[in-house]
């Protein structure tokens, strides 16, 4: 019996696994911890549709599950290495290429459940690395509201991302694919990069967090956004993988 449920979880599990592959990749940047991450993720879909046979697969779903699987194995390496100085609190604000990366994908699984203030201090200095001067200017507002509401604003995420994972096993959880949403024609509206930059240049916190999370919907990642001097540096990759860099005054 449990070896004919095993089968139908594969079964079902099946059409998603090059995407999970590659989503493991991603995070891992190798291929032997991609392949440690998915056989974690696996036994933890399997257990979840053990708990939930009925639960609808998505690939937004599965790609969570991973991400949050790497953030679990992380989160161990780190406290074993630094067991007195590891604090949950402050997890998604750790530096390296992988953290950065699931710090990105935990901000847009999640953006919407935060506030317009706290997605902009999220975004503005974990995710493309902006001081707190930095961001203070381009908020107009003070370097003490800033750092104060980009602790609050991190502890609210940490928050969230425990509580999605434990949502995992929840069979009345609702899940939204929005990979499924995203535009695999490749296009990127001209206009889309305008309101991007336009709600820089006003400083305008939740037209910064709309349009980016908007480009990422078309699959456009906005790999950096950098000071110097008066102007704002952007690199940004298309749906297709080509990396553009542009500039604008601010």
Not at 53 to 71: V, Y
Not at 217 to 232: I, M, P
């Amino acid at each position: 019996m449990e070896a004919d449920q095993d089968k139908a979880s594969f079964l079902r599990v099946k059409p998603f696994l090059a995407d999970i592959q590659k989503h493991c990749l991603s995070l891992t940047k190798n291929e032997w911890d991609a392949q440690d991450l998915l056989q974690e993720t696996l036994t933890k879909v399997y257990r979840s549709l053990q708990k939930a046979p009925e639960r609808e697969l998505t690939k937004a779903f599965l790609r969570q599950i991973a991400t949050n699987a790497w953030i679990d194995l992380c989160r161990k390496e780190k406290a074993n290495e630094h067991p007195a100085l590891f604090d949950e609190a402050i997890y998604l604000h750790q530096s390296s290429v992988s953290d950065a990366f699931v710090q990105r994908e935990v901000f847009e699984q999640l953006a919407d459940r935060l506030n317009a203030r706290q997605m902009v201090l999220i975004l503005m200095m974990d995710i493309f690395s902006f001081t707190a001067q930095e961001t203070a200017a381009l908020l107009h507002t003070t370097v003490g509201a800033v750092k104060e509401g980009v602790k609050r604003a991190r502890q609210r995420l940490f928050v969230l991302a425990e509580q999605s994972r434990q949502d995992e096993s929840s069979p009345t959880k609702k899940n939204i694919d929005k990979a499924g949403r995203r535009d695999s024609s490749g296009f990127v509206s001209k206009e889309g990069f305008e309101q991007f930059l336009a709600a820089f240049r006003a400083g305008d916190a939740y037209a910064i967090c709309q349009t980016y999370l908007c480009l990422a919907e078309q699959g456009v990642s906005v790999e950096k956004v950098s000071v110097a001097g008066d102007r704002l540096f952007f690199a940004v990759r298309d749906p297709d993988g080509h990396l553009l860099h542009f500039f604008q005054k601010w």
